[in-house]
């Protein structure tokens, strides 16, 4: 057998079991892919295989995911530029979701210089564009140096169809960090008003749907911030509307984008779960739960169930369903260990020996 091989029957048993582990065939996974990567002299396809298989292995993943960049870089064969663009964003990308943001920040003005040497500025976009990498220059005090280069990105693009969704992402990422981070929430509006032309070049946008209620979000955190919660409540009645009207379409049969309708269900959900406003957000995470149920709707589901009902075996359960859901769970898998000790509404139970019994998945060498 192969890596993909006991990859392949890791994921199996997985989506029938997701709640019981299975490390051995990941394990056997690693060690397989481990030795393929070195034999094939880095190809590309065993590396991006060495990539997924890193993703289920928590922080350690991570880790091995960057080394394994940089070796693709240094020994690969680096004829595709779509290839060598895919190793350094993913390179960027995993120091970020470690918080090694100094490393980052210097991955990525290097990124964006290759970017500018090699190819033209539609990819610019998508080195700046991703959200988990910007905070990291919020963090590190550069975000002026951030918002430089995006205004700069921003010049040189002639808006077209196909970089669409590329911009809407970059200036996406441009409203959070002034809502979320930087808590100017004026900056925010103009930056989501730019949002809100993108989203509205065409209303018959494939994921118009989809941008549109992240276009909420950010609208119901400029509320909050500026404390006109009747403009809040007004928005969020509105959009929980829209959101039961689509599952209910769906479960007639008149619609089949119900990934897109359990992806809308999440995002308001989290926003009314910010504002503790539980009720509210258990009843459409279970919705999401129920057609689809990733990894980190599964986690803010628990948090919701432990804060409103101090429901230990239903909490429980659905902290081992994020942790060994395969299901949208990226890098996430292994790692929620850091969101619960941060998250306040598990304040009573971080030292309890049942709940961190659920995030007990090892690192591995």
Do not use: F, Q
């Given at each position: 057998m192969k890596a993909i091989d006991y990859l392949e029957e890791y994921k199996k048993f997985n989506r029938e079991n997701p709640t019981k582990d299975n490390e051995d065939l990941l394990l056997k996974a690693f060690e397989f892919v481990q030795e393929?990567?070195?034999?094939s002299s880095y190809s590309i396809d065993s590396v991006r295989l060495g990539h997924e298989i890193y993703g289920y292995l928590g922080d350690r993943g991570l880790q091995l995911r960057v080394e394994l960049m940089r070796k693709y870089l240094e020994n690969g064969s680096l004829e595709s530029l779509t290839d060598c663009f895919w190793a350094k964003w993913e390179m960027v990308d995993n120091l970020a979701l470690l918080k090694n943001y100094e490393d980052m920040i210097e991955e990525q003005r290097e990124f964006l210089?290759?970017?500018?040497?090699?190819?033209g500025p539609e990819y610019w976009i998508k080195v700046m564009y991703d959200s988990t990498q910007a905070v990291g220059w919020f963090h590190e005090g550069k975000s002026e140096e951030w918002f430089s280069i995006y205004q700069d990105i921003l010049t040189r693009i002639t808006p077209s169809e196909t970089n669409r969704h590329s911009r809407i992402l970059l200036v996406e990422t441009a409203a959070g960090l002034c809502a979320y981070e930087?808590?100017?929430?004026?900056q925010a509006l103009?930056?989501?008003q730019k949002y809100h032309d993108i989203l509205h070049?065409?209303?018959?946008?494939?994921d118009y749907d989809k941008f549109y209620i992240r276009y909420v979000t950010y609208m119901l955190e400029t509320y909050v911030g500026k404390k006109e919660m009747d403009k809040y409540e007004e928005l969020v009645n509105k959009v929980v509307l829209k959101i039961e009207i689509k599952f209910d379409q769906n479960e007639k049969g008149l619609s089949d984008n119900i990934d897109?309708?359990?992806?809308m269900a999440h995002d308001i959900a989290t926003c009314l779960m910010w504002e503790k406003r539980y009720e509210q957000a258990i009843k459409l995470f279970e919705k999401a739960i129920e057609y689809q149920g990733t990894g980190v709707t599964h986690f803010f589901y628990a948090i919701c169930i432990w804060a409103e009902l101090k429901d230990r075996e239903e909490t429980l359960h659905h902290l081992r369903m994020a942790e060994n859901k395969i299901t949208g769970n990226g890098g996430l898998r292994s790692r929620y260990i850091h969101m619960f000790l941060e998250q306040p509404e598990f304040s009573d139970v971080r030292e309890d020996a049942e709940f961190l019994s659920v995030f007990k998945h090892l690192p591995t060498g």
């Open positions: 393929e990567i070195v034999d210089e290759w970017s500018r040497e090699n190819l930087r808590k100017d929430y004026e103009k930056e989501i070049e065409d209303e018959m946008w494939s897109e309708v359990c992806d």
